[in-house]
């Protein structure tokens, strides 16, 4: 995706594959293909791993990595539930940056790990609005638990996803998956207690020392363009489910689904981001016609985001009535244009 959110290349990988490891091959391609200098990499916390970080900053490339606030080592917890050095804007939002040694894990050739220290920046920024969210989905999470604990027989490996991880002494039969031992179950409330108290907290690491704290957060931001892709693109282009078999039927499927995909966010960006990707598709599916009369067409839908579609493509979208040969002369007229 380059940095008006347009997509420029993917790459498809069978269900089961880690995304870590997805990074490298992904990552080379696209450098040799495009002929790339360096390439400041933004990914989530699934692709922060030692090897990644090594192989982005071997290259003479950048990156900028979230980070897990609840995984985090006792020191870099402390660093973020520290008030001091954490600027302010407004009461629902802070943030602050240090540059600090941080340890990763490299597979060396032999296979085994071996720990290095690079000096990375750490940058920490808290929102309350994230902080709601993650109290409202705790929240749900706990009366379930409750529920388990209280009931315990009506519950099973399955079914207890996303309440398990607040029941204290909760254990499953591997065979069957039923709850193992029912006598001994709690509530973990110092697991609660540490989880609320980083509610909100994001971390961020990156190469990009020189940059500050607003400009990786900034760059980071634009990850939601490609989240936002994925859910398009299942959603609204619904590339999945896939209902074709054979490799080739699956790559064109997906091929297909991509090209769509850049033509949408081609034309939100013209428009400025005036009108939604879910608006503009919804919009042009509707743009259809119907045979009146021999060779009359009537196009019965016309909209806003039609109108601002045909502004910025010279394709007038408002006429109702059309012949056949009107038809494919528009057509046409949008080829060589």
């Given at each position: 995706?380059?940095?008006?959110?347009?997509?420029?290349?993917?790459?498809?990988?069978?269900?089961?594959?880690?995304?870590c490891?997805?990074?490298?091959?992904?990552?080379?391609?696209?450098?040799?293909?495009?002929?790339?200098?360096?390439?400041?990499?933004?990914?989530?916390?699934?692709?922060?791993?030692?090897?990644?970080?090594q192989?982005?900053?071997?290259?003479?490339?950048?990156?900028?990595?979230?980070?897990?606030?609840?995984?985090?080592?006792?020191?870099?917890?402390?660093?973020?539930?520290?008030?001091?050095?954490?600027?302010?804007?407004?009461?629902?939002?802070?943030?602050?940056?240090?540059?600090?040694?941080?340890?990763?894990?490299?597979?060396?050739?032999?296979?085994?790990?071996?720990?290095?220290?690079?000096?990375?920046?750490?940058?920490?920024?808290?929102?309350?609005?994230y902080?709601k969210k993650?109290?409202?989905?705790?929240?749900k999470?706990?009366e379930?638990?409750?529920?388990?604990?209280?009931?315990?027989?009506?519950?099973?490996?399955?079914t207890?996803y996303?309440?398990?991880?607040?029941?204290?002494?909760?254990?499953?039969?591997?065979?069957?998956?039923?709850?193992?031992?029912?006598?001994?179950?709690s509530?973990?409330?110092?697991?609660?207690?540490?989880?609320?108290?980083?509610?909100?907290?994001y971390?961020l690491?990156?190469?990009?020392?020189?940059?500050?704290?607003?400009?990786v957060?900034?760059?980071?931001?634009?990850?939601?363009?490609?989240?936002?892709?994925?859910?398009?693109?299942?959603?609204?282009?619904?590339?999945?489910?896939?209902?074709?078999?054979t490799?080739?039927?699956?790559?064109?499927?997906?091929?297909?689904?991509?090209?769509?995909?850049?033509?949408?966010?081609?034309?939100?960006?013209?428009?400025?981001?005036?009108?939604?990707?879910?608006?503009?598709?919804?919009?042009?599916?509707?743009?259809?016609?119907?045979?009146?009369?021999?060779?009359?067409?009537?196009?019965?839908?016309?909209?806003?985001?039609?109108?601002?579609?045909?502004?910025?493509?010279?394709?007038?979208?408002?006429?109702?009535?059309?012949?056949?040969?009107?038809?494919?002369?528009n057509i046409?007229?949008?080829?060589?244009?």
């Amino acid at each position: 995706m380059d940095t008006n959110g347009i997509p420029i290349t993917y790459d498809l990988y069978s269900g089961n594959t880690n995304d870590c490891l997805t990074y490298r091959p992904t990552f080379s391609r696209m450098k040799k293909e495009f002929d790339l200098g360096k390439v400041i990499v933004v990914a989530d916390k699934g692709m922060s791993t030692g090897d990644n970080i090594q192989y982005t900053l071997s290259a003479n490339d950048g990156f900028v990595f979230s980070y897990s606030a609840r995984g985090a080592n006792k020191a870099l917890k402390d660093y973020i539930l520290d008030e001091e050095g954490y600027v302010f804007k407004g009461d629902d939002y802070k943030w602050k940056e240090r540059i600090y040694p941080t340890e990763i894990w490299v597979t060396m050739t032999s296979g085994k790990k071996q720990k290095k220290t690079i000096d990375a920046k750490q940058v920490v920024f808290y929102s309350e609005k994230y902080a709601k969210k993650a109290r409202m989905e705790r929240a749900k999470a706990i009366e379930k638990a409750k529920k388990l604990i209280k009931t315990p027989s009506n519950y099973n490996r399955s079914t207890s996803y996303g309440a398990a991880g607040y029941v204290k002494n909760l254990s499953f039969v591997k065979d069957t998956g039923e709850i193992a031992d029912i006598t001994a179950l709690s509530l973990d409330e110092e697991k609660i207690k540490a989880q609320e108290a980083l509610d909100g907290y994001y971390v961020l690491i990156t190469s990009e020392y020189k940059k500050s704290a607003s400009e990786v957060i900034e760059i980071y931001r634009g990850l939601w363009k490609i989240e936002e892709s994925f859910k398009v693109t299942k959603s609204d282009l619904e590339t999945r489910p896939v209902y074709v078999s054979t490799q080739d039927h699956i790559k064109a499927h997906f091929l297909t689904c991509f090209i769509a995909l850049v033509l949408a966010r081609i034309l939100e960006f013209k428009m400025d981001g005036k009108h939604t990707i879910t608006r503009i598709i919804d919009s042009l599916s509707k743009c259809t016609c119907t045979n009146v009369d021999q060779n009359y067409y009537l196009f019965d839908y016309y909209d806003e985001v039609l109108k601002d579609i045909g502004d910025v493509t010279n394709v007038d979208f408002s006429t109702k009535i059309r012949t056949l040969q009107q038809i494919k002369k528009n057509i046409s007229e949008t080829k060589t244009r």
